[in-house]
């Protein structure tokens, strides 16, 4: 009988080793997976505790920032923002680890980072806490803007050259919505029309323009 219940006993310990390894080989696994994941993502991504301190920077986090993860894995995550705003994020992080601000978690919006050759860059951030329990961590999901940023910029110089040709333009030029209605003239336009100033143009149609005995002909 007594052989039997350590037979049992040892049954039991052998089965709780099995199910403890089976339940390590899946943790592993599925840190695995996460690793493989997080490398694979597009955007930055990196994790700090309640302090600020960056536990975790992902490759594309590296290259944005120019700096490898061994360089700023235990320390703090301001040394990827310019020097002026260190002490501003500092309070942010304290308060929010004490208060748990809801306000600040989930909210996309631009700030300015700092890459390792001293340049500032804008970049989209998004923060949220990580799931568990204790002190709260941070995880940051980063994206560098600067090539939506000069796009913008490209557009916008685009269309003051534009501008400035038809101003400058020896010929008229009138622009109007579909309906007709006249959006704006430039000075050639002023001239030849011998209308008033651009200003008194807005909401003409452009038939006003054309003789009377000739509008029936024309396309509205």
Do not use: E, W
């Given at each position: 009988m007594r052989a039997a219940k350590r037979l049992l006993a040892a049954a039991r310990v052998l089965l709780s080793a099995g199910n403890?390894?089976?339940?390590e080989r899946k943790l592993r696994a599925s840190e695995e997976w996460y690793r493989t994941l997080v490398a694979s993502v597009a955007?930055?991504?990196?994790?700090?505790d309640a302090k600020g301190i960056v536990e975790t920077m992902n490759p594309a986090a590296e290259q944005m920032f120019g700096f490898a993860a061994d360089e700023v894995l235990g320390r703090n995550v301001t040394m990827l923002m310019p020097e002026r705003f260190r002490p501003v994020h500092d309070r942010h992080v304290r308060r929010f680890a004490a208060q748990r601000d809801p306000a600040l978690i989930g909210l996309r919006r631009e700030v300015v980072g700092w890459r390792r050759n001293g340049q500032e860059f804008p970049?989209?951030?998004a923060l949220n806490v990580a799931p568990g329990r204790g002190d709260a961590r941070f995880v940051a999901l980063v994206t560098d803007m600067t090539a939506q940023?000069?796009?913008r910029q490209d557009i916008a110089e685009a269309h003051r050259r534009l501008h400035s040709m038809i101003e400058a333009?020896?010929?008229?030029?009138?622009?109007t919505d579909a309906a007709g209605i006249v959006d704006s003239v430039n000075p050639a336009a002023e001239r030849l029309t011998l209308y008033p100033a651009a200003t008194s143009w807005a909401g003409r149609w452009h038939r006003s323009t054309i003789p009377t005995r000739c509008r029936s002909g024309q396309p509205t």
């Open positions: 403890r390894r089976a339940a955007d930055g991504i990196v994790s700090i970049m989209m951030l940023k000069r796009a333009a020896p010929f008229a030029i009138i622009t």
